[in-house]
């Protein structure tokens, strides 16, 4: 039970810290309002009006009275009555009184004009509505009736205008600052989600500034020191792999030339292939390397690139269906690279090649499928891991470093998308990129 609430409550708050605290701040602000306007409703409004009602009604049924009275001069009675108490009165002879009520049910002011003139035995109709600051009440007598213009003011207390007015105006008063006083202390915390976001998008970021309280300060000290040690690991590691590629490169120069010497073509290929086989790993390690923080976002047409990476391979068997005029926000060379490894992948694998390019809900959606020999699901995560190789169907088929799959990847989750692998219906691999826009 405990456990569906706590569910329910989780989805009905919302997702945003700011409102989150605004609500903690807001909602007993509103319910002490609330509770303070009810009481004052209850105990002192209602029965004020209770009062002045009562009164007024007592004040009619001593006038109807007096004018039943013979020994009262009816028309110096009602003269009196209009003078001194604050309404207007006259008969209306051979008239009776309407038999439908134009009262308000669920107005509190008719309700207790209501039952006061029930209470005093009195056969009534009255109109709360047709005038702006009267009533017009009318009381059956013998021939004819009494017709009231009463003032709204005689049956209810117009303090409780200036009471909402002076309950409310600070409410809100309290709900602004408020308002301030929150986002002055979210943004600093809104600022350092942006800057990890970013920074988790692979985008150069300048140094983060904490600001804030103590703890969201510290927070950001802790993140800037993050942030400034993994670049030094990355650029340490490019450099690294660099020298590598670079002493061995020499070596394997020198190699080159020395197996143009050699007459023995059958051995002098084998050692070439195995030569180039090597230079090709030393620049899938390079390009892995790099830095992906070097490259700017930019905004561009993404149904144009995929149109020319497919225009590159004339001879291969691809079908694409490519919704036109796409437009991304991201760096467009990672992109080209991520979509190319895996088109290459595929092109080593299979020998029909389906191409997809849609735009869903807030996310750009890429689909390659092939008709080669397809993953098993075990494997679908594992190929994603850099210098992995599968054993067998796609692994042994051609040469492979196992840094494609991996670049791919991280371009792809460096831009805040996902890549998934799935079965075919071409009976091989399918590869869905996700990409927002």
């Known amino acids: 039970m405990f456990y569906g609430l706590s569910r329910i409550f989780k989805n009905i708050l919302p997702k945003q810290l700011f409102y989150r605290a605004l609500i903690i701040v807001a909602a007993p602000i509103i319910i002490l309002q609330l509770t303070i306007s009810i009481v004052f409703f209850d105990s002192l409004w209602i029965k004020t009006n209770k ?62 004009l209501r039952r006061e003139l029930k209470s005093k035995n009195l056969t009534y109709w ?22 009231f213009y009463i003032p709204k003011e005689r049956v209810q207390n117009s ?40 920074f ?36 340490q590691r490019s450099e690294m792999l660099s020298g590598i590629s670079h002493d061995l490169r020499t070596p394997l120069t020198r190699i080159k030339l020395q197996l143009s010497f050699i007459k023995d073509n059958a051995i002098s290929k084998k050692l070439s292939d195995d030569v180039l ?10 390009e892995f390397s790099r830095s992906r923080f070097l490259e700017k976002t930019e905004r561009f047409n993404i ?26 926000s991201a760096r467009k060379n990672l992109i080209q690279r991520c979509i190319n490894n895996i088109l290459d992948n595929s092109l080593k694998y299979g020998e029909n090649i389906h191409v997809q390019l849609t735009k869903t809900s807030g996310q750009i959606l890429v689909i390659i499928d092939d008709d080669g020999p397809g993953i098993e699901k075990k494997e679908y ?4 891991r850099p210098f992995y190789k599968i054993n067998k169907g796609r692994g042994d088929s051609k040469s492979s470093v196992g840094l494609g799959m991996s670049i791919a990847s991280d371009i792809v989750r460096s831009h805040g998308g996902n890549i998934i692998l799935d079965n075919s219906p071409l009976k091989g691999l399918r590869v869905k990129i996700f990409l927002p826009f």
């Open 277 to 286: 086989e090597m230079e090709k790993m030393l620049n899938e390690y390079l």
């Open 51 to 112: 009062g002045m009602t009562r009164a007024l009604v007592g004040e009619i049924k001593t006038f109807i009275n007096a004018y039943q009275n013979e020994n009262y001069d009816k028309t110096y009675l009602t003269k009196l009555f209009n003078e001194h108490l604050n309404f207007k009165v006259n008969f209306i002879d051979n008239k009776i009184i309407p038999k439908q009520n134009n009262e308000r049910w669920f107005s509190p002011m008719d309700r207790i």
């Open 159 to 198: 303090s409780a205008r200036m009471f909402a007015l002076w309950i409310t105006l600070p409410a809100f008063l309290l709900i602004i600052i408020s308002l301030i006083f929150l986002k002055n202390q979210t943004r600093p915390i809104i600022n350092l989600a942006r800057a990890s976001a970013k």
């Open 126 to 147: 009255f109109d709360t509505t047709s005038y702006k600051n009267l009533i017009l009440l009318k009381i059956s007598h013998e021939s004819g009736y009494f017709q």
């Open 200 to 235: 988790g998008r692979g985008e150069e970021i300048e140094e983060f500034r904490p600001s804030g309280a103590l703890e969201i300060r510290q927070a950001g000290y802790e993140f800037e020191k993050m942030r400034k040690r993994i670049i030094r690991h990355l650029n």
């Open 381 to 384: 995560e594992n190929v994603f």
């Open 303 to 328: 149904s144009n690139l995929l149109k020319k990476l497919i225009e590159k391979h004339e001879n291969v068997k691809i079908i694409s269906n490519i919704d036109e005029n796409i437009e991304i």
